[in-house]
């Protein structure tokens, strides 16, 4: 299964990026859409979630007001919109596809890596 991911780039503190992650349609419906980010040196975090079949949210603490995820079920794409981004942002963000809605919204999606589906990733650079 192959996710796809756009939107990565690099803005100056304040600054917004908008990423994109599309999957098969198959994959997409009624699952765990999520986003994970790893900052070199540190481990992966997850930092927002979509369950497509209802769209309940989950955000990480560091991310809620800022962040925005969202789906268009007629593209089978989600989206994470990235606002008041900060230096403390940067990393690799990656896609994620799988997992039941209970861990989606709970935040404890994708807790077996090699039970998802990953995005090939793409960067987000602030400065």
């Known amino acids: 299964v192959q996710l796809v991911e756009s939107g990565g780039g690099s803005v100056q503190a304040g600054g917004s990026l908008k990423l994109s992650c599309t999957a098969p349609a198959y994959t997409y419906s009624t699952n765990c859409m999520g986003w994970f980010r790893q900052a070199p040196g540190q481990g992966r975090e997850r930092i927002a979630s979509?369950?497509?079949?209802?769209?309940?949210?989950y955000y990480t603490d560091s991310v809620k007001g800022r962040f925005t995820i969202s789906r268009d079920n007629e593209r089978s794409t989600v989206y994470l919109q990235m606002d008041s981004l900060e230096p403390e942002d940067t990393a690799m963000y990656y896609c994620?596809?799988?997992?039941?809605?209970?861990?989606?919204?709970?935040?404890?999606?994708?807790?077996?890596?090699?039970?998802?589906?990953w995005g090939q990733g793409t960067q987000v650079t602030v400065s």
């Open positions: 994620t596809a799988g997992y039941p809605e209970e861990d989606c919204i709970q935040g404890s999606w994708c807790s077996n890596p090699e039970s998802c589906y």
């Open positions: 979509i369950y497509t079949g209802n769209g309940k949210t």
